[in-house]
């Protein structure tokens, strides 16, 4: 158990749909990372957030969204869904404090299907 | 940009040794990571390189060459639970921290 809890485990909707994904980090970690994985693909950098402020952004669509509240915990919102997004989507979490090692610690994912 | 390249799949007998390379290309470098990831699982972490040499953590080894931007995971008398996909990655050029991963080796451990 990484201590980065994701819900909801598994997502069902259909295309044009809107859905949220939340993630809460590990105890003491500021940042927050999203990634999407396709089926039999890497892992996709989505969007980061710092400490509640966005920090680097990826390969995110403008039809995706994401926010970091003042516990810490994120959202990632997925809107307009195309059959395209079904994926797996993780979020991750580390201390993100200045040091060259900064582990990233992955929740379990959250897999969308989208009908 | 950042690229990472990895062997697709590797196949192995269980007790044996399996190297998974991995060859990067990056402006600046803040180190490598490898992490494990089963299927339908989260990916976990493994090993972090930041300086040339070996590091060892029980049955897993990564080694890293900054000179010639490459590094590999070692894993030892293999376990059928060892199958998995293994990615390295590296930290974004900025200050970010965040990860660009490789697309992955898939190991298949057999009897």
């Known amino acids: 158990d990484s201590g980065v809890t994701q819900t909801p485990k598994h997502l069902i909707t259909a295309t044009g749909q809107r859905v949220t994904l939340r993630c809460s980090p590990r105890s003491g970690d500021l940042s927050v990372y999203w990634y999407q994985q396709s089926l039999d693909q890497g892992l996709q950098f989505l969007i980061q957030?710092?400490?509640?402020?966005?920090?680097a952004k990826g390969n995110i669509l403008e039809r995706f969204s994401a926010q970091q509240f003042p516990d810490l915990h994120s959202e990632l919102n997925l809107s307009s869904l195309e059959l395209g997004d079904s994926a797996l989507y993780f979020c991750?979490?580390?201390?993100?404090?200045?040091?060259?090692?900064?582990?990233?610690?992955f929740g379990p994912g959250t897999r969308l299907t989208v009908l | 940009g950042q690229s990472l390249e990895q062997p697709s799949e590797v196949t192995a007998v269980e007790g044996a040794i399996v190297q998974i390379n991995c060859t990067y290309q990056t402006s600046g470098f803040y180190g490598l990571s490898w992490y494990q990831q089963h299927d339908g699982g989260a990916p976990t972490f493994l090993s972090y390189?930041?300086?040339?040499g070996l590091e060892e953590t029980g049955r897993f080894s990564s080694f890293l060459s900054r000179s010639d931007s490459y590094g590999y995971l070692l894993l030892q008398e293999l376990q059928m639970k060892d199958s998995a996909s293994y990615f390295c990655?590296?930290?974004?050029?900025?200050?970010?921290?965040?990860?660009?991963f490789g697309s992955g080796t898939r190991l298949l451990v057999r009897p």
């Open positions: 990655a590296v930290r974004d050029e900025d200050s970010s921290y965040k990860l660009i």
């Open positions: 991750a979490s580390s201390v993100a404090s200045g040091a060259s090692t900064d582990t990233q610690y």
């Open positions: 390189n930041a300086l040339d």
């Open positions: 957030y710092y400490n509640g402020e966005e920090r």
